[in-house]
């Protein structure tokens, strides 16, 4: 345990862009109090963010603490925020002794003064759910990378059998609309000409007589912003005017990631997902109807308890017929604490491996198909990082592809038109025509 005020930090992100948005704030929290970012293998504090969601995640955070161990046998300060934190609690510190700090994702806000508790040689546990508190403690927003994300919704109310989220990160609270179109004017002001909107259940948002639709058009009126998108969004929470919003509101990308988990009705009632089959693709329909050019992303788990052959062929339809344009698949993971945890008929390690390859193989083929599909034509991209070539840039399509830039004097945040000259599985190469914004 140290007894000197941390000078150095370190944030490590383990999974989701919730936990992106957080460590952001939690580094901006640090650098206002005049600390430097640096290395994990420098720093005097080092913050695990960790994921709960699938495997072995506790163990991994156990064995990463082990390696934050130097020579000299001494550790930095260490702190375990996140989902691992809130479920597992003060049991992290008593099996793991170098661990300081124990912080769940609704209370790092309170980290400052956490470190003064370890300073003068407490450890510090805090697991408070659910709250908006912190969004009023932390620093106002200053810099932005040019694509930014805005937490605008936490937790989940839906209870997916399957699923850690409801018990880690709590009930579903929104932030207030005002706040929102404060923080991504802040964002704006920052650099930010991309904004996506976070949430667990990001489509549950709502505020009075606002949904997220309405938030959207709002955002839609800040000027110097450019694009809009959002995850991840639940299809019961798919509103009337959300769905609008995508046929008239041109910031408001092409791409929806609107995951459906299975495509067998009798897994989906096991999972407790309140969807059918046949809803599901109703929603994309319509979605379709307003956005013809939309990309469709989703999540999908194999190996659910009780899934049969036929269970899982209706998966492998249901990527087919609802086009997905990219999706992620998961094996079904025993969560401790969940219901399907303890279900009978759980499927054989071996078996579910099988199905993902074959889920997976599925989704690289349609998502190829549908990179092949825009060679030749003209896009936006919002250039975002360095490429590995001189003069390269990588930046994003409106579809969320990954498109690489070769042009000189282009820099990071501008926005060009291209036309898509080589399309691959993971990305696309764009020459460049004209620059659309700065
Ligand atoms: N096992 C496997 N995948 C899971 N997900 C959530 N819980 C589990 C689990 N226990 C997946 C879902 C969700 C995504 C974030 O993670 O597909 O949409
Ligand atoms: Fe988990 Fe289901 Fe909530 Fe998504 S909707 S966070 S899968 S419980």
Same mark, same amino acid.
């Given at each position: 345990?140290?007894?000197?005020?941390?000078?150095?930090?370190?944030?490590?992100?383990?999974?989701?862009?919730?936990?992106?948005?957080?460590?952001?704030?939690?580094?901006?929290?640090?650098?206002?109090?005049?600390?430097?970012?640096?290395?994990?293998?420098?720093?005097?504090?080092?913050?695990?963010?960790?994921?709960?969601?699938?495997?072995?995640?506790?163990?991994?955070?156990?064995?990463?603490?082990?390696?934050?161990?130097?020579?000299?046998?001494?550790?930095?300060?260490?702190?375990?925020?996140?989902?691992?934190?809130?479920?597992?609690?003060?049991?992290?510190?008593?099996?793991?002794?170098?661990?300081?700090?124990?912080?769940?994702?609704? &209370?790092? !806000?309170? %980290?400052?003064?956490? *470190?003064? @508790?370890?300073? =003068?040689? /407490?450890?510090?546990?805090?697991?408070?759910?659910?709250?908006?508190?912190?969004?009023?403690?932390?620093?106002?927003?200053?810099?932005?990378?040019?694509?930014?994300?805005?937490?605008?919704?936490?937790?989940?109310?839906?209870?997916?059998?399957?699923?850690?989220?409801?018990?880690?990160?709590?009930?579903?609270?929104?932030?207030?609309?005002?706040?929102?179109?404060?923080?991504?004017?802040?964002?704006?002001?920052?650099?930010?000409?991309?904004?996506?909107?976070?949430?667990?259940?990001?489509?549950?948002?709502?505020? &009075?007589? !606002?949904? %997220?639709?309405?938030? *959207?058009? @709002?955002?839609? =009126?800040? /000027?110097?912003?450019?694009?809009?998108?959002?995850?991840?969004?639940?299809?019961?929470?798919?509103?009337?005017?959300?769905?609008?919003?995508?046929?008239?509101?041109?910031?408001?990308?092409?791409?929806?990631?609107?995951?459906?988990?299975?495509?067998?009705?009798?897994?989906?009632?096991?999972?407790?997902?309140?969807?059918?089959?046949?809803?599901?693709?109703?929603?994309?329909?319509?979605?379709?109807?307003?956005?013809?050019?939309?990309?469709?992303?989703?999540?999908?788990?194999?190996?659910?308890?009780?899934?049969?052959?036929?269970?899982?062929?209706?998966?492998?339809?249901?990527?087919?017929?609802?086009?997905?344009?990219?999706?992620?698949?998961?094996?079904?993971?025993?969560?401790?604490?969940?219901?399907?945890?303890?279900?009978?008929?759980?499927?054989?390690?071996?078996?579910?491996?099988?199905?993902?390859?074959?889920?997976?193989?599925?989704?690289?083929?349609?998502?190829?198909?549908?990179?092949?599909?825009?060679?030749?034509?003209?896009?936006?991209?919002?250039?975002?990082?360095?490429?590995?070539?001189?003069?390269?840039?990588?930046?994003?399509?409106?579809?969320?592809?990954?498109?690489?830039?070769?042009?000189?004097?282009?820099?990071?945040?501008?926005?060009?038109?291209?036309?898509?000259?080589?399309?691959?599985?993971?990305?696309?190469?764009?020459?460049?025509?004209?620059?659309?914004?700065?």
């Amino acid at each position: 345990m140290s007894n000197e005020s941390p000078k150095t930090f370190h944030v490590k992100n383990y999974g989701c862009q919730m936990n992106v948005y957080d460590g952001e704030r939690m580094a901006e929290m640090f650098s206002g109090r005049g600390m430097e970012a640096s290395d994990k293998e420098d720093a005097d504090l080092v913050i695990l963010n960790t994921c709960h969601i699938r495997e072995k995640a506790a163990e991994k955070v156990y064995s990463e603490i082990g390696r934050l161990r130097r020579r000299d046998g001494s550790s930095p300060m260490i702190a375990v925020a996140g989902c691992v934190a809130q479920a597992e609690g003060g049991e992290i510190s008593r099996r793991a002794r170098e661990v300081d700090i124990v912080v769940g994702p609704q &209370a790092y !806000h309170k %980290l400052p003064d956490m *470190i003064d @508790a370890v300073v =003068r040689g /407490e450890s510090s546990v805090d697991l408070d759910l659910p709250g908006l508190d912190k969004f009023d403690a932390l620093p106002k927003r200053r810099k932005s990378g040019p694509a930014a994300f805005l937490t605008v919704q936490e937790g989940c109310d839906k209870f997916c059998t399957y699923c850690v989220v409801p018990y880690t990160r709590g009930a579903e609270i929104s932030r207030s609309f005002a706040d929102l179109i404060d923080e991504a004017k802040a964002l704006v002001d920052g650099g930010a000409k991309e904004i996506t909107l976070l949430g667990q259940n990001v489509n549950a948002w709502t505020d &009075a007589d !606002h949904d %997220l639709g309405s938030l *959207i058009r @709002a955002l839609d =009126r800040i /000027e110097g912003l450019h694009r809009i998108r959002y995850m991840t969004s639940h299809p019961n929470d798919m509103t009337d005017g959300l769905i609008a919003a995508h046929g008239e509101v041109e910031k408001l990308m092409p791409y929806l990631h609107l995951p459906v988990q299975s495509g067998s009705d009798r897994i989906l009632k096991a999972m407790n997902r309140s969807h059918s089959r046949d809803s599901y693709l109703r929603i994309v329909e319509r979605v379709r109807a307003v956005r013809p050019d939309v990309a469709l992303s989703g999540d999908f788990i194999v190996g659910f308890p009780g899934e049969s052959d036929a269970d899982f062929e209706d998966t492998l339809s249901i990527v087919r017929e609802a086009g997905n344009a990219q999706a992620y698949s998961f094996k079904y993971s025993p969560r401790p604490g969940t219901p399907a945890a303890t279900m009978d008929d759980q499927i054989a390690s071996e078996i579910a491996d099988e199905r993902l390859q074959r889920l997976q193989a599925l989704i690289n083929e349609q998502q190829l198909a549908f990179n092949q599909a825009t060679r030749g034509k003209r896009t936006s991209v919002l250039l975002e990082k360095p490429g590995k070539l001189n003069g390269q840039l990588i930046g994003r399509s409106p579809w969320l592809q990954s498109v690489h830039v070769l042009a000189p004097g282009l820099a990071i945040g501008d926005i060009v038109e291209v036309e898509i000259t080589e399309s691959g599985p993971l990305s696309l190469k764009g020459e460049m025509l004209m620059k659309v914004a700065a």
